[in-house]
């Protein structure tokens, strides 16, 4: 009876000290910065000092094409940090429950601010070289691209990308705007150097994803993400990455 009812304490122990997998396929700042910090694993190990159940989180990094199969055969054994209900063919949020937005994020176009530029004239970049990232494909703004008659020029990332900007090796970049505002503070470009257009695109919006087998999970997590918008230490922390 003792041994059982130590077997029962231990499993009961590790039940409410379960670790949870935050997977994440980002690798660009401010989402995931170098020296281990980032948007990504300061919210996570903000959830860690909620003590949510006992629960603790860890943040691990699986490629997009793997995490997206996982997802949807239903083979993830964690939570999904930083997606959108389209990316995964939940608009109607039926698949997976998803936490309220805890940032909103939208592409842009990035340029020299000496190269002459209308956003309404289609052909206006006719030529130009535009940096975007090898193997990603942007299905709200390929017809734009065509349109502007722009020559796409991969890199392995939008840091790379913005890089070649800086130097001159590619005519513009397109990456989400958090992306180049934090790139050109941490490198000082001077911001009267470039200029900066919005694209047609919808607002990019980060959610958790959390598969319905971790339905108690989502429970605990979800007021807290919720009401990150009023939290004074949590907007200290996101104002670092502005």
Same mark, same amino acid.
């Given at each position: ?23 994440? +396929?980002? !690798? ?27 629960? +603790?989180?860890? /943040? ?25 209900? %389209? ?18 994020? !939208? ?21 130009? =070289? ?13 017809? *734009?691209?065509?349109?502007?008659? /722009? ?5 392995? +990332?939008?840091? %790379? ?10 005519? +513009? ?13 941490? %490198? ?7 200029? /900066? %257009? ?5 607002? =990019? ?28 230490? *949590? ?8």
């Amino acid at each position: 009876m003792t041994l059982t009812m130590l077997c029962l304490g231990v499993l009961h122990g590790a039940a409410r000290g379960e670790v949870i997998n935050v997977y994440t +396929s980002a !690798r660009v700042a401010p989402l995931m910065v170098g020296d281990g910090g980032g948007i990504y694993p300061d919210l996570v190990a903000y959830l860690n000092r909620k003590k949510l159940d006992q629960l +603790s989180f860890r /943040l691990v990094y699986l490629p997009r094409k793997r995490l997206q199969l996982q997802v949807e055969r239903n083979e993830l054994d964690g939570i999904v940090i930083g997606m959108m209900p %389209h990316w995964f063919n939940d608009v109607a949020e039926k698949k997976y429950l998803w936490t309220a937005a805890f940032g909103t994020d !939208r592409y842009v176009i990035v340029l020299p601010a000496a190269l002459p530029f209308n956003p309404s004239r289609p052909g206006a970049l006719t030529g130009r =070289t535009v940096g975007l990232v090898l193997g990603y494909s942007y299905p709200e703004l390929d017809g *734009w691209i065509r349109q502007q008659g /722009l020559v796409r020029n991969d890199a392995p +990332s939008d840091e %790379h990308s913005l890089e070649k900007l800086r130097v001159g090796r590619v005519d +513009s970049v397109i990456a989400a705007q958090s992306v180049v505002r934090y790139y050109m503070k941490v %490198h000082a470009m001077e911001a009267d150097k470039f200029q /900066l %257009h919005e694209l047609p695109s919808s607002l =990019t919006e980060r959610h958790f994803l959390v598969p319905r087998a971790k339905a108690a999970v989502y429970e605990k997590i979800a007021p807290v993400i919720r009401q990150l918008k009023d939290d004074p230490e *949590w907007q200290r922390l996101a104002a670092k990455y502005e």
